[in-house]
């Protein structure tokens, strides 16, 4: 952006609202997206790996992801590993720069962690996918006990 005309000093603050949001929803949409291939699949032939690491099978998670722009990214996710598991999570990315969360568990009568929880997740780390894994995670936790 080279040049954003405003005729009023008040629409400055306004402005800024909507440009908060933008990079926001920006950040995280662009997440789900990885720029770099990931070295951790190279890292398995290592002979400095540990043989714990090189020889764990990691389950596949298919996330669906739908964008609004600027305002809302719709995420679900189907987990092979946890027979029915589907979690859906709605984030809102407000014009005050914050996230808003709204969850929501086919398989379990509620979500396996609060919606606070994702929503702290998503503003220190602004990566759907760290999110949802943890979210997973979470569920796998709760399935075990």
């Given at each position: 952006?080279?040049?954003l005309?405003f005729?009023r000093?008040?629409?400055?603050?306004?402005?800024?609202k909507?440009?908060?949001?933008q990079?926001?929803?920006?950040?995280?949409y662009?997440s789900?997206?990885?720029?770099?291939?990931?070295?951790s699949?190279?890292?398995?032939?290592n002979?400095?790996?540990?043989p714990?690491?090189s020889?764990?099978?990691?389950?596949?998670v298919?996330l669906?992801i739908?964008?609004?722009?600027?305002?809302?990214?719709?995420?679900?996710?189907l987990?092979?590993?946890?027979?029915?598991?589907?979690?859906?999570?709605?984030?809102?990315?407000?014009?005050?720069?914050?996230?808003?969360?709204?969850m929501?568990?086919?398989?379990?009568?509620s979500?396996?962690?609060?919606?606070?929880?994702?929503?702290?997740?998503?503003?220190?780390?602004?990566?759907?996918?760290?999110?949802?894994?943890n979210?997973?995670?979470?569920?796998?936790?709760?399935?075990?006990?």
């Amino acid at each position: 952006m080279e040049r954003l005309p405003f005729t009023r000093p008040h629409q400055v603050h306004e402005i800024r609202k909507l440009l908060r949001q933008q990079l926001i929803f920006k950040d995280l949409y662009s997440s789900c997206f990885p720029t770099q291939p990931s070295t951790s699949e190279g890292e398995g032939n290592n002979s400095s790996s540990s043989p714990s690491s090189s020889s764990t099978i990691r389950p596949s998670v298919v996330l669906d992801i739908t964008a609004k722009c600027p305002e809302m990214i719709h995420v679900t996710t189907l987990h092979k590993a946890i027979v029915g598991l589907s979690l859906s999570i709605r984030i809102h990315c407000l014009l005050d720069g914050n996230i808003d969360v709204q969850m929501e568990c086919a398989s379990q009568a509620s979500p396996p962690c609060s919606s606070e929880y994702i929503i702290e997740i998503l503003q220190q780390t602004r990566s759907i996918p760290l999110a949802m894994h943890n979210l997973l995670r979470k569920a796998q936790q709760m399935k075990r006990k």
